[in-house]
């Protein structure tokens, strides 16, 4: 089992529309969960950041982080075309010093039907 | 321009050539990252740096090597390429107080 599971979709909306996605893992050490947005040929553009259980919105966007289920999740309200990207969920164990980076799921590829 | 800025862009090179991949970071994070991105495995880390005297394995080390030569420059080298390296490499940085990290636009790699 990988460590954080992510469904590579592609996932097909029309515009307008309340995205869904998703991410699940297995280690219970994370502490850190980050969404990025990867543009076609682009580096990975950072998201949302969250610490805690709960929900943070910025604009279209809410994240969504679920401990006790292991699970986290990314809305997007009133999707538009330029939202057509690959998402990708990405997760941190606080070591204070020791082993570091992130850990990535595999990417979700979102298309926004105009 | 680019806080992380990776050279080149893209290069095709041959089996068993030599390669660097540059990374330079004008975000003043002491922290550095090479990541690789192949299609249905998402992106991994090859190595990272805390600082220019540290320098750390990740989870898919083998055949690479690096080198921090400041806190702003952080290089990876393929020593002698083979075509399994074929891959979109990106350099990352990150605040040691801070989990996100900043990526670069990404270096594609060719190996024929």
């Known amino acids: 089992q990988k460590e954080v599971e992510q469904d590579p979709g592609p996932l097909s909306v029309p515009e307008g529309a309340i995205v869904s996605l998703n991410c699940t893992y297995s280690?219970?050490?994370?502490?850190?969960f980050m969404w990025y947005r990867q543009y076609s040929r682009k580096g990975p553009e950072l998201l949302m950041y969250?610490?805690?259980?709960g929900n943070k919105e910025d604009g279209r966007f809410t994240a969504q982080v679920d401990k006790s289920s292991k699970y986290i999740s990314l809305f997007i309200r009133d999707s538009q075309p330029s939202d057509s990207a690959t998402y990708l969920c990405a997760m941190k164990i606080y070591s204070g010093g020791g082993a570091d980076g992130l850990t990535f799921g595999k990417g979700t590829h979102l298309i926004i039907q105009p | 321009d680019a806080d992380v800025t990776q050279t080149p862009r893209n290069r095709i090179t041959k089996t068993g050539k030599r390669i660097m991949l540059e990374c330079s970071q004008t975000k003043g994070h002491d922290r550095m990252y090479w990541y690789r991105q192949d299609p249905g495995l998402g992106l991994r880390l090859i190595y990272y740096?805390?600082?220019?005297?540290?320098?750390n394995k990740g989870e898919i080390s083998d055949g690479y090597s690096v080198s921090r030569q400041a806190q702003a420059k952080f290089s990876l080298s393929l020593e002698s390429a083979i075509p399994n390296q074929t891959a979109l490499y990106f350099c990352?940085?990150?605040?040691?107080?801070?989990?996100?990290?900043?990526f670069g636009q990404g270096t594609r790699l060719t190996v024929v």
């Open positions: 280690n219970s050490a994370f502490q850190y």
């Open positions: 740096s805390f600082d220019v005297k540290d320098i």
């Open positions: 969250t610490y805690s259980s």
């Open positions: 990352a940085t990150s605040d040691p107080d801070r989990a996100e990290a900043f």
